[in-house]
């Protein structure tokens, strides 16, 4: 830092990880940060999961994997399941597969993940998210699983 800059250390140290207006990754005077697309596909996976109406995310096949893993003992959630990226040096874009609460509008579903996954991934990583695509596999009812708690009925004797 020299003197004629006139700014502080403490201001200096705000300024020295910045956005680089040429190649818009994350640049410091000391190196560049790269951010991997599992991060974001995290990110937006536990942005999804935290808005009401969301039953689970994921398409059918996706889920499935999922149950099955959840069942080994010491295995961890999969955040990223349903969600597929495509991150650019300043760019995200979202794919995010659900399966919605019976009774939710779905728009307002859409809309309300929209805004949850684009404030996360943008504030999180400092991407501009130009897009969240959402499709909805499945609506969750709560009969569902009742049916499945009770045993079937003998069918012969």
């Not at 996954?117 to 609506?139: F, P, Q």
């Amino acid at each position: 830092m020299t003197a004629s800059t006139g700014s502080t250390t403490s201001a200096n140290s705000l300024d020295k990880t910045t956005k680089s207006e040429d190649s818009g990754t994350l640049v410091a005077s000391d190196g560049r940060t790269t951010i991997a697309d599992v991060v974001v596909s995290k990110i937006a996976g536990i942005a999804t999961r935290e808005v009401n109406g969301v039953h689970d995310v994921g398409g059918g096949a996706t889920r499935a994997i999922g149950a099955l893993r959840e069942r080994i003992p010491g295995a961890r959630v999969n955040h990223s399941q349903g969600v597929s990226v495509e991150v650019g040096e300043r760019q995200a874009a979202v794919d995010i597969d659900i399966v919605a609460d019976y009774g939710v509008s779905i728009a307002d579903l859409a809309a309300g993940i929209r805004r949850n996954v684009i404030d996360a991934v943008e504030r999180m990583t400092g991407l501009e998210v130009t897009e969240v695509n959402i499709t909805v596999h499945d609506v969750y009812l709560f009969e569902e699983d009742n049916e499945h708690d009770e045993p079937a009925p003998a069918r012969v004797r």
